[in-house]
């Protein structure tokens, strides 16, 4: 099965590296190079650079925690979890920022282990001490309902919500969390609350997105469409897949491909193109797509469209050529279990021919 869109994090964590590398003292230009090569996804690069960096005595804490990024982006959570601990073993004792940038790190590393017991208490220790950490509370809320407690999750969102009421985005994902486990009334009611008490303030896009999240399609085509027209990627994207959600492919892809004749430079749109391509039975242009996607050299994006162009070569019947790419895959993201699903699948269907 092809991945949605899911964006990798880590180059929106990577905000904060020139601040840390210049607050945190002693040389790091190994290190700040070897972050440069993680914001270009190469991982394995930006790990022998850092072996160099100890080599030059570099900072301690910045080498692990670098480290530890790069192992997140290989999805080697367990050895990210231990680069964290020893950069925070390696801290001077004083709480500073980076400290804090770093617990983020290791809770999000616990948590993609499969680890939310020990995520749930990074997210304690934080509110411990800054007890404002909005992020925090919703980051902590989702380890939560991984957990199974969802009185706790509930009050986490309360807080988090109550705290950034026009933060949409955090509404959504929210959402999208409840929804997952189970609980979309639940996630609904905190959008049919913004619809209701914000409504005549809300842009057109945000009200299509509301209504596309309570599943009222037809009022999500009408707010759609009028914000289609800022020429904003996202607007067309959830106009795409409001169609999608009613089984009207041929629309959704026109809206994608419309978008995409005066914009060839959004990654996200090229996949969700492909994914659409692909519910129509089309692989062979959802391929397509895909590599278009990855031309555009999004470093959020090559993951999910690397993966998803194996799937369709999967399904155009290529399976000796999909094997080759998912081995190439898996060298770059060796702890992407499903990845390594699909390579023993594509094992027996290459010995059954």
Request: aromatic share 14%; charged share 25%.
């Amino acid at each position: 099965m092809y991945k949605w869109t899911k964006k990798n994090a880590l180059p929106a964590l990577l905000l904060f590296v020139t601040i840390f590398l210049t607050a945190c003292g002693g040389r790091t230009i190994k290190t700040q190079e070897a972050m440069d090569l993680i914001a270009t996804m190469d991982y394995h690069g930006a790990l022998a650079l850092l072996a160099e960096a100890e080599t030059e005595k570099e900072n301690a804490v910045l080498i692990s925690r670098g480290k530890g990024i790069a192992y997140m982006g290989l999805a080697e959570y367990d050895q990210a979890v231990e680069c964290f601990l020893q950069a925070l073993s390696n801290s001077n004792g004083l709480i500073e920022d980076v400290d804090y940038d770093l617990n983020y790190y290791l809770a999000a590393a616990y948590g993609k282990s499969g680890n939310f017991e020990d995520a749930k208490k990074v997210y304690d220790s934080i509110l411990a001490l800054r007890p404002k950490e909005k992020d925090a509370y919703f980051l902590r809320g989702n380890a939560e309902l991984e957990l199974g407690q969802y009185t706790q999750a509930k009050e986490d969102y309360d807080k988090t919500v109550s705290m950034d009421p026009k933060n949409f985005d955090r509404l959504f994902a929210i959402y999208e969390a409840f929804a997952h486990f189970g609980y979309k009334e639940a996630g609904q009611e905190y959008l049919r609350t913004a619809l209701e008490t914000g409504e005549k303030k809300l842009s057109s896009f945000d009200k299509g997105r509301i209504y596309y999240y309570m599943e009222d399609y037809q009022k999500a085509y009408v707010e759609l469409e009028d914000a289609k027209s800022d020429d904003k990627p996202q607007s067309s994207l959830y106009l795409g897949k409001a169609y999608e959600a009613t089984g009207d492919y041929n629309y959704a892809c026109n809206v994608y491909r419309s978008y995409l004749d005066k914009h060839k430079d959004s990654a996200e749109m090229y996949n969700q193109l492909g994914i659409c391509e692909m519910k129509k039975g089309n692989y062979e242009d959802a391929l397509a797509a895909f590599q278009m996607g990855k031309a555009v050299e999004d470093p959020s994006m090559m993951q999910v469209l690397s993966y998803n162009e194996i799937v369709a070569m999967e399904y155009m019947g290529n399976f000796d050529q999909a094997t080759k790419m998912m081995q190439s895959y898996a060298k770059s993201y060796p702890g992407d279990a499903d990845a390594n699903r699909e390579q023993v699948f594509l094992s027996t269907r290459q010995h059954s021919e």
